[in-house]
């Protein structure tokens, strides 16, 4: 009964998808929704940015095994970037009338900056969504009770979530987040509440959670440890920014006012939604500890589905199996989508700048194919957490996207050669340092990364126009005066490309 009713969401999902596709009728229509999107529509789509498999199984999981410490990323890492980037992109991108970040980086500094970054960006999906299609098969072999391995059940998810977004785009995304957030806010406050009473109530599991210094948010007096979970909470609040389903999201509001007051409402509600799942994976030790003792020791992940299918009655199965699907394929769908779209955007249509909107159309739909397959090769062939992933994700962009995005906006003597400064010395010093030391680097690779990446922005913009020889940005004031003609050129034409 169960499988059925999961099936039977999955086919009103898909169909809701394939209506939003009916709206679709340009290229910008299929990236960022043609700017259309009401205030009620941005915030859950907003909020579906990072509510997916790492808020529901990942983040839950962590916090029992490490307690509030081991969540610093997430939700309060992430829940701020979706704060700064709506201040970001609403107060200064949203004017240039753009459809992907690498736009910004092309028309601010030039193509060379835009194709590194782009591709930076580009990589940085492939754990974060990976991740998703990893709790989709998890969620298919749960409730077939291991009828469907999770390799089948990753290849059925990656193909279902494919299908909306394929047609859709970003009309889609808008629409099945605004869904997916009353279903799944409605079905996992209710198995809170059911799971709440078996556990002994708020009060109850609040003060077991304190008393086992669950709830402990600052790390000892080590100053490594300490470097540690500042390095844990910069990756996600500043290296999320630079990103294009957070920039698609907040950008295809229909005013800047909207975009601004979506970022922050979402964020909002992101943030104390979180704990929901990290309360219901909690209590599930005081229900069954034996049980869950023993699966936090194999698989943490499974904490959650084992607790609603051994524990909890059919209807609240069937809501929180569809809440858990609602919050993976509305951040999945999203995040397919971003890649494929700044890859067509920025990478392929330099190569073929002559392409119509209508062929263009065709190619943002091929490089979503090709990304989830990508996609779902390195989901079957890695063996991390679903946390790990997600948190390992913004690495890159990090290292190499930050500091070119803020300096380009708030730094008038910003040029091209301190952004490419500041990409090639982050990107390299990280990598680097991550295959030379790993684990064992006293400070975080990637804040190493971030560092060499502001001095390379400063020592390549002011070194060269000090001896008179520079390579100028344009800065975002003279910007905003050509955005209209330089989007209409470069989205329906061709690209002004440097």
């Excluded at 997916?52 to 916090?63: D, L």
């Excluded at 975009?259 to 922050?264: E, M, T």
């Excluded at 690779?445 to 060269?464: D, K, T």
Aim: proline share 4%; hydrophobic share 50%; glycine share 10%.
């Amino acid at each position: 009964m169960l499988l059925w009713f999961v099936i039977l969401y999955l086919l009103i999902s898909v169909g809701i998808g394939l209506w939003a596709s009916t709206r679709v009728h340009n290229a910008k229509d299929y990236a960022v929704a043609g700017r259309s999107l009401p205030l009620p529509v941005v915030t859950a789509t907003v909020f579906a940015t990072w509510f997916g498999a790492e808020a529901v199984f990942g983040v839950s999981a962590t916090f029992v095994k490490d307690g509030i410490t081991g969540v610093v990323a997430d939700p309060f890492g992430s829940s701020m970037c979706l704060i700064l980037a709506g201040i970001l992109f609403s107060r200064y991108l949203y004017k240039l009338n753009i459809i992907t970040l690498g736009d910004f980086y092309r028309m601010r500094y030039n193509r060379t900056v835009e194709v590194i970054t782009t591709i930076c960006i580009v990589a940085s999906y492939l754990g974060w969504v990976a991740a998703q299609i990893k709790a989709l098969g998890l969620i298919f072999f749960v409730v077939t009770d291991g009828a469907v391995d999770q390799s089948t059940g990753m290849f059925l998810g990656a193909a279902i979530v494919l299908t909306y977004t394929f047609f859709g785009g970003m009309f889609s995304v808008a629409f099945l987040d605004f869904v997916q957030m009353i279903v799944s806010m409605g079905g996992l406050l209710y198995i809170a509440s059911v799971v709440s009473g078996k556990a002994g109530g708020v009060v109850t599991v609040v003060s077991h959670a304190s008393t086992a210094g669950k709830l402990d948010f600052f790390p000892p007096p080590d100053p490594w440890l300490w470097l540690t979970f500042i390095g844990a909470w910069v990756t996600m609040m500043l290296g999320s920014i630079p990103q294009q389903d957070v920039f698609q999201r907040i950008t295809s509001a229909k005013s800047a006012n909207i975009a601004l007051g979506g970022s922050i409402l979402g964020a909002s509600i992101y943030f104390c939604f979180t704990f929901v799942p990290m309360f219901i994976a909690y209590s599930a030790t005081l229900i069954d500890p034996a049980m869950f003792g023993d699966l936090m020791q194999k698989d943490s992940q499974l904490v959650l589905p084992t607790l609603v299918l051994q524990h909890m009655p059919l209807p609240a199965q069937i809501l929180f199996f569809g809440a858990v699907l609602s919050a993976i394929m509305s951040c999945s769908s999203a995040t397919l989508l971003a890649p494929s779209v700044t890859f067509a955007e920025n990478v392929l249509r330099g190569l073929h700048p002559q392409m119509t909107d209508r062929q263009f159309l065709y190619v943002m739909r091929g490089c979503l194919v090709v990304f989830t397959s990508l996609v779902l090769v390195f989901a079957l062939n890695i063996n991390a957490s679903i946390f790990k992933m997600v948190e390992s994700a913004y690495k890159v962009t990090l290292a190499g996207a930050f500091v070119p995005l803020v300096a380009g906006i708030f730094w008038k003597r910003a040029t091209t050669q301190g952004a490419l400064c500041a990409t090639f010395g982050g990107l390299v010093t990280w990598i680097l340092i991550e295959v030379l030391i790993g684990e064992k680097s006293p400070v975080p690779p990637q804040l190493i990364g971030l560092g060499v990446s502001a001095m390379g922005m400063i020592a390549g913009s002011l070194l060269p126009q000090l001896i008179g020889h520079r390579t100028p940005g344009i800065p975002l004031h003279e910007m905003h005066h050509t955005a209209g003609l330089t989007h209409h050129v470069s989205a329906h034409q061709h690209h002004n490309y440097q």
